[in-house]
């Protein structure tokens, strides 16, 4: 451990007693002492005290990623950082629902959370952290948090920056598609899924007869909805959906489709 980097982590854990001792066991998250950063928006009370009080707006934190990921699916995030005195820059980064992993040396996880292993230096003007987002198995929406700071390395804190990033909301979708097979649709109608019973992908052939609302639904035996299909105007013609259930329990379902005023529903099973 180099000097720069001890004289850092004496300083955060001196500085989580002092915030324990003076603001209480609520605030015991703003600074660890196996960590450089404070909390995100994730938490109550957020911030980042240890390089100030207020955030800064100078501090600019930009988004790189999906805005749509799979359920159970992981894709590559970053976040890059720019202004403030920028010598060296730091984040947190936290996950409403999925998870979070770490793709490089430059952070580290500790209790589900990001954070730097030590304050990075810039390239081309900017900080970047890359890391790895794993969707949650439901679908739904995930929200990404995170902080950084800019500082000028001193050793001390005085023209220390740092700046809340915008909560990244993310799309969880499951992994499913719609084909249009046919043009030509003679009835309304919906079609026994295949396979069935299935394991962890099933087929569900429909077809609809005007330019009209449609939606295919699956739902568990509680009535609750769990997946949706199709949530679009369609065409006529004739249709092929297909869920994929992985990370769903075995049992019972049932799927839906509405278009206009006509309605069907039939029953599948999901069997691992």
């Not at 196996?34 to 928006?41: A, E, P, S």
């Not at 100030?52 to 999906?66: A, E, F, L, R, S």
């Not at 995930?142 to 000028?152: P, W």
Request: glycine share 10%.
């Amino acid at each position: 451990m180099t000097r720069i980097t001890k004289y850092f982590r004496l300083r955060y854990a001196a500085f989580s007693v002092f915030a324990l001792a003076i603001l209480g066991a609520s605030y015991s998250a703003f600074s660890r002492e196996d960590g450089i950063i404070g909390r995100t928006r994730k938490g109550p009370e957020p911030g980042c005290t240890c390089h100030g009080n207020n955030p800064t707006p100078g501090v600019n934190i930009q988004w790189i990623g999906p805005d749509t990921v799979v359920a159970g699916q992981s894709a590559n995030f970053s976040i890059v950082v720019s202004g403030g005195p920028l010598v060296r820059a730091g984040t947190n980064i936290a996950v409403r629902n999925g998870s979070l992993a770490v793709t490089d040396n430059s952070l580290q996880l500790i209790s589900g959370e990001l954070t730097h292993t030590g304050p990075k230096p810039p390239s081309g003007g900017n900080v970047t952290f890359t890391f790895r987002y794993t969707a949650p198995n439901n679908p739904g929406t995930d929200t990404i948090f995170a902080n950084a700071n800019s500082v000028d390395f001193t050793g001390g804190n005085n023209n220390d920056n740092w700046n809340f990033a915008s909560n990244r909301r993310v799309v969880v979708k499951l992994a499913t598609g719609v084909v249009q097979n046919s043009t030509t649709a003679l009835d309304f109608a919906l079609s026994q899924n295949f396979p069935n019973p299935f394991n962890p992908e099933t087929s569900i052939k429909f077809s609809v007869t005007g330019n009209n609302m449609t939606t295919l639904k699956i739902t568990d035996i509680t009535g609750r909805v769990v997946a949706e299909l199709v949530n679009e105007v369609l065409p006529a013609g004739i249709y092929t959906a297909k869920w994929n259930a992985a990370g769903f329990p075995s049992g019972v379902y049932f799927y839906s489709l509405t278009s206009g005023d006509k309605r069907d529903i039939k029953k599948l099973t999901l069997l691992k």
